[in-house]
């Protein structure tokens, strides 16, 4: 059972690219999240999902872009990265119908140069 | 909107002792879910403990525990015989009950460091 599988684990990008992280549970899990991690900041959330084609703003939306086409699926893409979007970013997923625990990925190290 | 704070950006004890890491939050829900959650070196998010808000009875799990206070909206982890492997960045977390997907809240964060 693999959980959610977070891809890339490093990443090094330059201001202007775009890229997606990918997020992937096999779960079954109707809830995904995205959450960034700064330091001195705790994690902060990005966009969440409730189930496949729903999604919405979370904390920090400014400058990134989900979709939720399948339950399994929930990528995070970075239009026009910036350096202020330098930081770890986690996924999450939990079920709707079997309690409260939220399901981590390994995160992603992302540096904008 | 819900926040969370926790006053101890780091703190140390020694193998064997007892440590509390402090969290209070401020929300005007009345049901709400409570977590701390550690973050080793490797980055991995690991759920440590959770409380119910309506559950009067403090969590508990194995060397961990809680000390949920509502109306002072305070919530504490206590890790009793501290071991070398509880060295991590602890985070305190909060929930609203129903209708939240996956929004937590969480606070910044205390740096446990077990020492010899």
């Known amino acids: 059972n693999a959980g959610v599988t977070q891809t890339p684990k490093f990443q090094v990008l330059k201001t202007g690219q775009s890229m997606t992280l990918q997020c992937a549970q096999d779960?079954?899990?109707?809830?995904m999240s995205w959450y960034r991690q700064d330091p001195g900041m705790g994690l902060r959330l990005i966009h969440y999902s409730v189930g496949a084609g729903i999604t919405d703003q979370g904390e920090v939306p400014n400058g990134y872009n989900v979709s939720r086409s399948t339950t399994e699926d929930f990528p995070l893409r970075l239009l026009s990265a910036a350096p202020s979007q330098t930081s770890v970013y986690f996924c999450?997923?939990?079920?709707?119908?079997?309690?409260?625990?939220?399901?981590f990925g390994s995160g992603t190290q992302l540096s904008v140069l | 909107a819900q926040t969370v704070t926790q006053s101890q950006p780091e703190m140390s004890v020694q193998e064997a002792e007892t440590v509390t890491l402090s969290c209070t939050y401020d929300t005007s829900e009345s049901n709400y879910y409570l977590f701390w959650y550690k973050q080793p070196p490797s980055r991995q998010m690991i759920l440590v403990i959770r409380?119910?808000?309506?559950?009067?009875q403090n969590a508990t799990e194995n060397r961990f525990s809680v000390n949920f206070q509502k109306a002072a909206k305070s919530f504490s982890l206590k890790i009793s015989d501290s071991q070398l492997g509880d060295t991590a960045m602890y985070f305190c977390?909060?929930?609203?009950?129903?209708?939240?997907?996956?929004?937590?809240?969480f606070g910044t964060g205390t740096r446990l460091q077990v020492t010899l």
């Open positions: 977390a909060f929930m609203k009950h129903s209708g939240t997907a996956s929004k937590l809240t």
């Open positions: 409380q119910e808000a309506y559950k009067q």
């Open positions: 999450a997923s939990r079920s709707r119908y079997q309690g409260e625990k939220l399901f």
């Open positions: 779960m079954n899990h109707e809830y």
